[in-house]
């Protein structure tokens, strides 16, 4: 169980962090972006990975707000959890499928996943 809540959160965090919004959005990190990641094209968690590789190397303001997004996520996921195994326990997880799952079934997930997945957000921007 452990081991797919680390699967999952990861596949969580790479997933928001290899949007083009967030290459665009994350003041933060826009520099290391430019700097490290020009190169790479967005999508399919390409900056998330580049990011990933050049995580020793990246400004300390960068290093905090992905420390701070990935800790948003892993208070998402945890909140989530029994939506995702109501919704999504047959979802194979890797490639953004739990979220996918999670963004079709809005509509019903509980009140504390839908908040924090909110904060997520709001911490990414």
Not at 33 to 50: L, M, T
Not at 57 to 68: D, E, G, I, N
């Amino acid at each position: 169980m452990k081991r797919l809540l680390a699967l999952s959160l990861t596949c969580l965090v790479m997933l928001v962090m290899a949007s083009g919004a967030f290459a665009q959005e994350a003041k933060p990190c826009a520099e290391d972006i430019a700097k490290f990641c020009d190169n790479v094209s967005p999508g399919e968690g390409r900056i998330a990975i580049c990011l990933k590789q050049k995580e020793a190397q990246l400004s300390p303001v960068c290093k905090q707000h992905l420390a701070q997004v990935k800790e948003a996520l892993k208070e998402a996921h945890q909140a989530c959890e029994d939506d995702i195994a109501m919704f999504c326990g047959g979802v194979k997880p890797g490639g953004g499928r739990v979220v996918e799952c999670l963004k079709a079934n809005k509509d019903h997930l509980s009140r504390k996943c839908k908040i924090k997945l909110y904060e997520a957000k709001k911490e990414m921007k």
